[in-house]
């Protein structure tokens, strides 16, 4: 199955548009019934998927139980050192009519909403096309 999406308008902080970034609305399945549709930016940057403490209560996990790392970011002074779990969580992609169990770091911060190069970019060869600001993805599971 291939699909192509439109860019997301991404907000400077007086909310008026600063750039359009590759973007995907995917469902996060927590504990009990939660589920929370979100859009993810497609970060080819980025070793593992990203999102806040905030989402990770919201779906209902333990914070706690998640394996430990400290994110360093572009800095390693210690005074930057951000705690951070990760947890294994099903994400469910409508657009592809699959799910996948997608490691996500919850950052204790606010954090933007990335989907990593972990398992995500394994199931989907993605093609980006800055000049129509559009993302193809084509499952290959």
Do not use: Y
Not at 33 to 53: H, K, N, Q, T, V
Not at 107 to 118: F, I, K, Q, V, Y
């Amino acid at each position: 199955m291939k699909f192509t999406v439109p860019w997301l308008a991404s907000l400077n902080p007086a909310g008026e548009v600063a750039d359009f970034v590759p973007a995907l609305t995917v469902m996060l399945i927590g504990e009990g019934d939660c589920l929370i549709e979100e859009a993810f930016i497609i970060d080819s940057g980025a070793d593992i998927s990203m999102s806040s403490r905030q989402r990770c209560d919201e779906l209902g996990l333990n914070w706690e139980s998640g394996r430990l790392i400290v994110l360093h970011g572009i800095s390693a002074r210690e005074e930057c050192a951000i705690s951070a779990r990760i947890h294994e969580i099903e994400v469910v992609v409508p657009d592809a009519e699959c799910s996948l169990i997608i490691p996500i770091c919850f950052a204790d911060c606010e954090t933007t909403s990335l989907l990593g190069r972990s398992v995500f970019f394994d199931a989907f060869r993605i093609e980006f096309d800055k000049s129509t600001q559009t993302t193809s993805l084509e499952l290959l599971q």
